[in-house]
Nanobody
Framework: QLQASGGGSVQAGGSLRLSCSGS????????MAWFRQAPGKEREFVAL????????NYADSVKGRFTISKDSPQHTVYLQMNSLKPEDTAVYYC???????????????WGRGTQVTVSS
């Protein structure tokens, strides 16, 4: 089970940190990712990290503003979001899979989303 938290409402330019905790062991081969879905839009990739390494990947729209990281002992992955924009408004989901992929269909385990709202 995955549980995302940390969402909220902020003004443009503000910051939020999302957390995603999972029950049970996360194997080194796992890939943890964040996706988001705005009303009326498809779920889109935000960032991902390989659990066993520090390798990361980001959507172009968030590069330089968002940072994905992990705390292995706590089985937690974070998404630090800085310089937020109104277009970042969405429900954010964390997911776990085994493939290094930006496609939601490749991820087998999903947490409930957390709402992020950025006002101008």
């Amino acid at each position: 089970q995955l549980q995302a938290s940390g969402g909220g409402s902020v003004q443009a330019g503000g910051s939020l940190r999302l957390s995603c905790s999972g029950s049970g062991r996360i194997y080194s081969s796992a890939v943890m990712a964040w996706f988001r879905q705005a009303p009326g839009k498809e779920r889109e990739f935000v960032a991902l990290i390989r659990w066993s390494t520090t390798r990361t990947n980001y959507a172009d729209s968030v590069k330089g503003r968002f940072t994905i990281s992990k705390d292995s002992p706590q089985h937690t992955v974070y998404l630090q979001m800085n310089s937020l924009k109104p277009e970042d408004t969405a429900v954010y989901y964390c997911a776990r899979g085994t493939q290094w992929s930006v496609h939601p269909a490749e991820y087998m385990h999903w947490g409930r989303g957390t709402q992020v709202t950025v006002s101008s």
